[in-house]
């Protein structure tokens, strides 16, 4: 059986080591799933998320120049939704320990908005800068 990259097969775990687990493809092929695409989640150790003899349902996203094949096993399904609220402390980008919540500010909505938005906030932070050496270099002050 031939399949590149993008295929997803069904496969049996055959080793596990502290990098990643080696899995057993159709056509007598095998191939390796990094530690990083064992789950979404970090892992520490791979055998808390496998098992010989596992059957596996994985992503082939690479095939060397060797012929060796790089699997994963999250990118072959879904990611898992995120739980209401999780993401940053406090459940957003403004708003503190306890005070009243602002909105936040509208994103830009393609790069080269944001890079003018970056340029700009840069130019005045500069400015800024600039003005203050200017008030210690008339003070006198020695460095």
Same mark, same amino acid.
Request: positive net charge.
């Given at each position: 059986?031939?399949?590149? #990259?993008?295929?997803?097969?069904?496969?049996? #775990?055959?080793?596990?080591?502290?990098?990643?687990?080696?899995?057993?493809?159709? +056509?007598?092929?095998? +191939?390796l799933v990094?530690?990083?695409?064992?789950?979404?989640?970090?892992?520490?150790?791979?055998?808390?998320?496998?098992?010989?003899?596992?059957?596996?349902? #994985?992503? #082939?996203?690479?095939?060397?120049?060797?012929?060796?094949?790089?699997?994963?096993?999250?990118?072959?399904?879904?990611?898992?939704? $995120?739980?209401?609220?999780?993401?940053?402390?406090g459940g957003?980008?403004?708003?503190?320990?306890?005070?009243?919540?602002?909105?936040?500010?509208?994103?830009?909505?393609?790069?080269?908005?944001?890079?003018?938005?970056?340029?700009?906030?840069?130019?005045s932070k500069?400015?800024?800068? $600039?003005?203050?050496?200017?008030?210690?270099?008339?003070?006198?002050? $020695?460095?």
């Amino acid at each position: 059986m031939e399949f590149g #990259v993008g295929s997803v097969l069904e496969g049996k #775990v055959t080793g596990i080591t502290k990098f990643g687990a080696f899995v057993s493809l159709p +056509g007598g092929k095998s +191939g390796l799933v990094h530690i990083s695409e064992i789950a979404y989640t970090y892992v520490n150790d791979v055998k808390e998320h496998l098992k010989e003899g596992q059957e596996v349902k #994985v992503k #082939v996203i690479g095939i060397d120049e060797s012929g060796r094949i790089n699997l994963s096993i999250k990118k072959a399904a879904p990611p898992p939704p $995120r739980p209401a609220g999780s993401g940053r402390p406090g459940g957003g980008r403004s708003g503190g320990f306890g005070g009243p919540r602002k909105a936040a500010p509208a994103e830009p909505a393609t790069f080269e908005d944001r890079l003018k938005q970056f340029m700009a906030s840069s130019d005045s932070k500069l400015s800024e800068l $600039r003005q203050a050496e200017r008030r210690g270099s008339r003070r006198g002050g $020695r460095k």
